[in-house]
């Protein structure tokens, strides 16, 4: 893969430079801060070669491309300077933003950054459990104490990383914001603790507290720091700004902090975590099952964002509960993709996607390309993926479970829960239970009409006449063809699709099929099966057929960025439609007039084995002639 050019490529398709505010990464997303998101072209990224899939959370563009993020990351910030003091996204384009949407971008925003650090950390004192478990090295040792130091310094000096990547998010000088969050740590600070109750600034009492490895008190400091920093640098004379606001800003504001912020904060995050921790001893197998079961979509609309805070001020006083329940859901996606796995004999290309996915989710923890890639493109395993995790998760909830230092859920990391046993039972069973359910019930709906003939079975002896866009098949009395017939939706000229101006469509890298030159602006069904998929803007549409086929029509080319003027669309996903049943409307000559080709491709996606995608010869067809004949 070409790092750069794919870097480069994601540049200029989310609106270019001028477009961009800010850009971090986590493991496998890019997460852009965008001025104008209406400006990124969402359809041409997923179709790009590389992209698993684009996701919007949080007030971010997420691009989601696996594990070699960084790399392309690294290639997109050469010589580029991403954040500086532009305003952001919502403010740019006078979008409205929920203020709890508000609250998940800057947890989000200030977290991302740290994750790669945190997670190696994290695997680090795994990997020290285990060697003292197994007597290969003393916990007090040199070697051991100096590793050690490694694996928890980004915990214990947590205050000063977020002061810095709080202050990036929130457009103040972070470098101001991470000394605030140093002066909580410094000795000489730190040192009054030893005083007790007979600390006090300028004969105000101050409460002592220790602020390693705390979270909420940075939070709310930060957030004072970055409008103070506003206010002074409009009163301040420019001449001065240097060294004055940051002079006044941290006179000001640490001693506030140790006063005020950083009190109030730790008891707010005391409070949340009794609460959880509280709600957990209620019922840990409910919490078990909420968290277990339906974390999976925690994570695709950016809300467990929300849980951070809280597991880090949690593993700061001895374990996390949350994350050791939320783990259930990641062995489950990881079951489910095994079963995959297992289940698509016939399918190389998908049998290949659930092997590598699954091997990288055991392996590292990152999931996002089983979830974007096979849960959200085969809702049948939604059910299995909920009830999975949901075992697991209260398993873990109901014997109390903790996590106790932050790493990716995956085999690796496994020392770092306790009580152990319980934890690896628990991620055993989401996994088994995953995987056997969705070997045994399948990832997509089975024909409920195996004698439909929109795949039927003809014997070579038969006396039907071979449709002439199929080859000759030798005679061959034990062989049998399997065909499947897709009708055309549209009425126009057929042409083939290497023609098109879009390499997704050109290069056969999103499927097999023909494309019409539409001449009345009116989609119909080209099988019998199901609504799978419609575009909110509807110019594109996937069914799928009695068979399991999948089809996709897509009307023109680039006209997402219609935003759904001119496109009519007459059912909804989920909808089960006959052959020749009205799907969109759209008006062909405005669409042209915007100056957008109206050429549609007729792609097969998927099917449940592999095929031959026979084309029909004839240059003008009509609604329901026979477009496209797939044989096995």
């Known amino acids: 893969m070409d790092h750069k050019k794919m870097g480069d490529d994601i540049v200029r398709l989310v609106g270019g430079e001028a477009n961009i505010n800010g850009l971090v990464h986590c493991a496998t997303r890019l997460r852009f801060d965008l001025k104008d998101s209406k400006k990124a072209e969402r359809e041409t990224l997923e179709k790009h070669d590389g992209i698993i899939t684009v996701v919007e959370s949080g007030g971010q563009f997420q691009v989601v491309i696996g594990s070699n993020v960084a790399h392309v990351y690294a290639e997109i910030m050469k010589n580029r300077d991403f954040g500086g003091d532009s305003s952001s996204s919502?403010?740019?384009t006078g979008e409205k933003t929920s203020v709890l949407s508000k609250v998940f971008e800057i947890i989000s925003g200030s977290f991302s950054p740290l994750i790669p650090a945190m997670a190696g950390s994290g695997m680090l004192k795994a990997l020290l459990t285990v060697l003292t478990m197994?007597?290969?090295?003393s916990d007090t040792s040199d070697t051991y104490l100096i590793l050690s130091a490694a694996g928890n310094a980004v915990f214990y000096f947590l205050p000063i990383f977020l002061g810095i990547t709080l202050g990036m998010k929130l457009k103040a000088n972070p470098y101001v914001a991470g000394v605030i969050g140093a002066a909580l740590m410094e000795p000489n600070f730190t040192g009054l603790m030893d005083k007790g109750s007979d600390v006090s600034f300028l004969g105000i009492p101050v409460v002592m507290m220790n602020y390693s490895a705390s979270v909420f008190p940075i939070f709310i400091s930060i957030s004072i720091y970055a409008v103070l920093d506003k206010l002074l640098k409009k009163i301040i004379l420019k001449d001065l700004q240097l060294f004055l606001v940051p002079m006044?800003?941290?006179m000001i504001m640490v001693p506030l902090s140790a006063m005020a912020f950083g009190p109030f904060g730790t008891t707010?995050?005391?409070?949340?975590?009794s609460g959880v921790t509280w709600l957990i001893g209620v019922s840990g197998i409910l919490s078990g099952i909420v968290l277990g079961g339906f974390m999976t979509f925690m994570v695709v609309f950016g809300l467990h964002w929300g849980f951070t805070p809280i597991t880090i001020q949690n593993i700061g006083v001895g374990g996390d509960p949350i994350e050791a329940m939320a783990a259930a859901a990641v062995f489950a996606q990881i079951g489910v993709a095994f079963g995959i796995f297992l289940k698509a004999k016939k399918n190389k290309t998908l049998r290949t996607l659930a092997g590598s996915t699954s091997l990288t989710g055991l392996l590292a923890?990152?999931?996002?390309?089983?979830?974007?890639?096979?849960?959200?493109?085969?809702k049948r395993v939604i059910p299995i993926v909920v009830i999975a995790g949901a075992i697991g998760g209260a398993i873990n909830g109901h014997f109390g479970v903790k996590m106790t230092a932050y790493v990716f859920h995956n085999i690796f990391a496994i020392p770092v829960y306790t009580p152990t046993v319980v934890y690896v039972i628990a991620i055993a069973c989401s996994f088994a239970v995953a995987a056997v359910l969705t070997v045994m019930f399948g990832y997509e709906s089975k024909s409920k009409d195996t004698a439909s003939d929109k795949n039927e079975s003809v014997s070579n002896t038969s006396t039907e006449s071979t449709p002439e866009e199929l080859p000759v098949v030798p005679e061959a009395k034990t062989t049998e063809i399997k065909k499947e017939q897709i009708y055309s939706p549209l009425t126009g000229?057929?042409?083939a699709l290497s023609t098109i101006n879009d390499p997704a469509f050109s290069t056969g890298a999103m499927g097999k099929g023909l494309a019409i030159v539409p001449e009345i602006g009116e989609v119909v069904a080209p099988v019998d099966g199901v609504v799978t998929s419609l575009f909110p803007t509807g110019h594109a549409i996937g069914l799928t057929t009695n068979a399991g086929t999948e089809i996709l029509i897509h009307i023109g080319i680039n006209t997402v960025a219609l935003k759904g003027k001119h496109f009519n669309p007459v059912v909804q996903e989920g909808d089960i439609v006959r052959q020749g049943d009205l799907l969109i409307q759209f008006e062909i000559d405005k669409i042209k007039e915007a100056g957008y080709e109206t050429v549609t491709p007729v792609i097969v996606t998927l099917t449940q084995q592999e095929v031959d995608v026979f084309e029909t010869t004839q240059e003008h067809v009509q609604k329901n002639d026979v477009l496209l004949t797939l044989v096995v």
């Open 493 to 495: 000229k057929a042409v």
């Open 268 to 273: 707010v995050g005391d409070w949340i975590s």
């Open 134 to 137: 197994l007597g290969w090295m």
């Open 365 to 378: 923890g990152v999931t996002e390309p089983i979830v974007y890639g096979l849960i959200l493109r085969y």
């Open 90 to 92: 919502a403010e740019s």
């Open 248 to 250: 006044i800003a941290l």
